[in-house]
C-alpha cells in the first residue's frame, strides 16, 4: 500500500496537529517537531493498513473437483431421467 495516498495523509495530518500544537506552544523544540512527524505517517500507513485488512471480505476458494464450481446450486435435485 502507497504510504501518499489520500486517506493516510489526511490521517497523518490529524495526528501530527498535537505535535504541530506543542510546537507552537513552545513544549517542543522544531528539532523535535521535525523528529516526531515521520512517525505520524508512519502511525497512519499503520492505522489504514491495519482497517483496509480487518475490512476486506474473506473469500474461501473451493477445491478443484469439489463439484462445487458447477453451474448448478448443490441443493437442486438431479434432473429426471428420460423416458
Known sequence: MNPLRWEVL???FVLALPVLA????????????????????AA?????????????PRTTPTPRGSGLDDARAPSDPEPAPAP
Do not use: I
Not at 506543542?22 to 505517517?41: E, Q, Y
Open 44 to 56: 497512519a500507513w499503520a492505522a489504514v493498513a491495519l482497517l483496509t485488512y480487518v475490512a476486506r
Open 22 to 41: 506543542m510546537g507552537l506552544r513552545g513544549d517542543l523544540t522544531l528539532d523535535d517537531v521535525v523528529a516526531r512527524l515521520p512517525w505520524c505517517l
Open 10 to 12: 489526511g490521517l497523518a
